[in-house]
Nanobody
């Protein structure tokens, strides 16, 4: 069992930046593939960035060049640095941990981009 707790969301103006954090419980954090997903009202939950246990990263086209995912295995934490935010980035952002068939989700953190 892995518990994930996101933080760092909030209200930001267009063009601004936020950094989300996801703290994970458990001693085998480094074995998990970690990811960030987001869900806007009335839309499905979409993957936006992943960081594999081997170090590979992937990004959705909509965030490439603006968002950066990173992880600190010593702190059991994964981050999402979000720059050049637009109103279209408004959503609830969820942290995800995967290991084989196991998958865990955080409770989500709201990000609102508005002037």
């Amino acid at each position: 069992q892995v518990q994930l707790v996101e933080s760092g969301g909030g209200l930001v103006q267009p063009g601004g930046s936020l950094r989300l954090s996801c703290a994970a419980s458990g001693s085998i954090f480094r074995r998990y593939a970690m990811g960030w997903y987001r869900q806007a009202p009335g839309k499905q939950r979409d993957m936006i960035a992943t960081f594999g246990s081997g170090g590979s990263t992937t990004y959705a086209d909509s965030v490439k060049g603006r968002f950066t995912i990173s992880r600190d295995n010593a702190k059991n934490t994964v981050y999402l640095q979000m720059n050049s935010l637009t109103p279209e980035d408004t959503a609830v952002y969820y942290c995800n941990a995967k290991l084989g068939l196991l998958a865990f989700w955080g409770q989500g953190t709201q990000v609102t981009v508005s002037s």
